[in-house]
């Protein structure tokens, strides 16, 4: 199955999603998070809900207004605090969302611990879908050697 990963994901720079991620402030995390998981429900029968996506992307922008809506009304502590709050369960949604992502690219890999195309959980937990991209770099590298 490692073999036809190449025909699932599209090699992309690392370096461009990196500094799209940052300048959407996080919402091209959530566009690559979209864009992996269709591509793995059109491949794998181990699908990632479409509920669960559009929950979690919709959590994600109503996280983002509430924030800057927070930020811009600093003196309101209670706007504030309601928007940290909607953030921490957005913030839940993305994270379970990564390690759903993360674990069907590991299953597609047939990668074990170890492996050097295992997704390890720490470097996918701090770096997301850049670290995601890396390693869709080197499964595609890796196949066309």
Partial sequence: ???GLTEVFDVDSVLKTLVLCVLTIGGYLIYKL???SN??????????PTLFIVAASMLFVVSLVSLIYGLVNFHDITILRNSISLHVVSSSFDVTWIIMVRN???????AKKGDALWLNPLATSLFHVIYMQYKINQVTVRNTE
């Fill in 1 to 3: 199955m490692q073999k």
């Fill in 34 to 36: 979209y864009v992996f």
């Fill in 104 to 110: 069907r690219i590991n299953l597609m890999t047939q």
């Fill in 39 to 48: 591509q793995i429900n059109k491949h794998t029968e181990h699908k990632i």
